[in-house]
């Protein structure tokens, strides 16, 4: 690691498993002081228990004023925020035609409707050098079938940052997101290693493994810092180039 994240006060949502839980022990490494926040607290304490000093703050994101109280408990605990990393989210496959009203209403409130609240609180307290990291999809990117609702909640997500970044680029804020491809976690590992996505993803991409929690984590630092200073409005894809290409071989 080298300490290019030293200084600053970061948020990392969505913290207790998977690519939140690997983000915030990566900006720590990086020399961040985080507030790692998730509704599952038990997750929140075995982040910790990985050996970096964190600060942890659990509640349910879809409450209403939740994230106002996230942004005060990082003020309170480690100093106003320069640095927000919104993860927390939900995935799933489903198509339109078996999609719900409220299945649409779950989708866009998990993604979407978070990390618009988590950022509109940002937005209020962030000044020059702030950076903001949203997380979009490759599915929102390139289009997969039977993802409709969650395919676009996360599109959306990528013209929020792009928004946000026309917004505040003057303030000296900037506003990224990530889109993951294929990523081991607790929600993918059954079906990654029943082979499920082995025709539709794995094999049909440039580089034919599955993604790490690390991988989309070290996209988070690099652009959460100042080595992505002239960086603002982009969704960056870590996909092992499924989202760019169509590999035969």
């Not at 320069?82 to 866009?108: C, F, K, M, P």
Request: charged letters at 20%; hydrophobic letters at 45%; a negative charge.
């Amino acid at each position: 690691m080298t300490g290019r994240l030293a200084g600053r006060t970061a948020i990392v949502t969505g913290a207790a498993s998977g690519i939140g839980r690997e983000t915030a022990l990566v900006f720590a490494r990086e020399g961040a002081a985080v507030l790692a926040v998730d509704r599952d607290a038990d997750g929140l304490a075995e982040t910790v228990a990985q050996g970096e000093e964190l600060a942890v703050f659990a509640i349910d994101l879809t409450e209403r004023g939740a994230a106002a109280a996230v942004f005060a408990a990082c003020a309170a605990e480690l100093g106003p925020p320069d640095t927000v990393a919104n993860i927390a989210g939900a995935a799933g496959d489903r198509g339109i035609e078996h999609s719900t009203d409220e299945d649409l209403d779950r989708y866009v409130e998990l993604n979407l409707g978070i990390t618009f609240r988590m950022c509109r609180e940002a937005v209020a307290v962030l000044g020059e050098g702030g950076s903001i990291v949203n997380t979009s999809s490759a599915v929102a990117l390139t289009g997969m079938r039977g993802t409709a609702p969650y395919s676009a909640a996360k599109a959306a997500i990528s013209g929020l940052a792009r928004q946000l970044a026309a917004d505040h680029g003057r303030r000296g804020i900037r506003v990224n997101a990530v889109a993951p491809g294929l990523i081991r976690t607790p929600a993918t590992a059954e079906r990654i290693d029943a082979g499920v996505f082995d025709e539709t993803v794995t094999r049909s991409r440039p580089l034919a493994r599955v993604g790490t929690p690390r991988d989309v984590a070290n996209a988070f630092a690099f652009l959460a810092s100042d080595d992505a200073a002239f960086i603002t409005g982009v969704t960056l894809p870590v996909c092992g180039g499924w989202t760019t290409t169509r590999f035969r071989g």
